[in-house]
């Protein structure tokens, strides 16, 4: 089993930044790939970012790519989403997710992920 924790959500003004951090504990965190997946009311959950077990492969979004960095800590067991330029349609609840399965790589998609945090409010005005 793997906690998730995650924090740094807020309010900003668009074109500002927030950073995503999410703390992860019970297992080995270099074990996991990790993600970051949205959910805006209304809508359904979407990836948002990835990044595999050693940090060496990274994925994004299209609708993020070039604004937001993701990154991780393994001697901190933490995965990071750097959100820069936020436009008010990044208004979602950020949620971090852990994978067992990839290697090497990561996964886009939220099936194959198998634990998940409770997510955190991140709201950007116009």
């Known amino acids: 089993q793997v906690q998730l924790v995650e924090s740094g959500g807020g309010l900003v003004q668009a074109g500002g930044s927030l950073r995503l951090s999410c703390a992860a504990s019970?297992?080995?965190?270099?074990?996991?790939?990790m993600g970051w997946f949205r959910q805006a009311p209304g809508k359904e959950r979407e990836f948002v970012s990835a990044?595999?077990?050693?940090?060496?492969?990274?994925g994004y979004a299209h609708f993020v790519e070039g604004r937001f960095t993701i990154s991780r800590d393994n001697t901190k067991n933490t995965v990071f989403l750097q959100m820069n330029s936020l436009k008010p349609e990044d208004t979602a609840v950020y949620y971090c997710?852990?994978?067992?399965?990839?290697?090497?790589?990561?996964?886009?998609?939220?099936?194959?992920?198998?634990?998940w945090g409770q997510g955190t409010q991140v709201t950007v005005s116009s």
């Open positions: 997710a852990a994978d067992r399965k990839y290697i090497e790589n990561y996964s886009d998609m939220s099936a194959t992920y198998d634990y």
């Open positions: 019970g297992r080995t965190f270099s074990n996991y790939a």
């Open positions: 990044i595999s077990r050693t940090g060496g492969s990274t």
